[in-house]
């Protein structure tokens, strides 16, 4: 039914049945890829990798930015990091819960803080870092 809508309204060919399945599924991919990227471009609070660096033979030091674009304080009550090199071997961890604890990020504040995690069972070499995801919770301090 969308796919005879289109057609009608952009006045198109019609389409072969696999050739659309397989356009519907390209563009389908592509969504869910622009969606992933952009995920928290509009968020008003972020957690940026700014900096990774080896940090003795089994730990690795990690540069954060917590961002606080909005108008209330908040807390992160979990944050999840996943750090990638040049040769695609990811290392994914928490930061410590009592790192988080009572750190507050006041309204427009953008800080830098520097946590450590134990590197353990992973191929990743810090320093080859490439790239990272973050995955957080947040709720408003007061």
């Not at 030091?61 to 807390?75: A, D, S």
């Amino acid at each position: 039914e969308l796919k005879n809508k289109i057609i009608d309204i952009f006045e198109l060919d019609k389409i072969d049945e696999r050739i659309w399945d397989d356009y519907r599924d390209k563009f389908l991919d592509n969504i869910n890829t622009l969606k992933e990227r952009d995920k928290y471009k509009n968020q008003k609070c972020k957690v940026e990798v700014a900096k990774v660096k080896a940090s003795g033979k089994d730990e690795v030091q990690v540069e954060l930015r917590l961002i606080n674009n909005g108008e209330v304080p908040v807390e992160f009550s979990e944050i999840e990091i996943e750090l990638t090199d040049n040769d695609k071997q990811s290392y994914k961890f928490f930061v410590d819960e009592e790192f988080i604890k009572g750190r507050i990020i006041h309204k427009m504040e953008n800080r830098r803080e520097i946590c450590t995690a134990k590197l353990s069972d992973t191929k990743y070499n810090p320093k080859r870092h490439n790239a990272y995801k973050t995955h957080f919770y947040h709720q408003n301090a007061y």
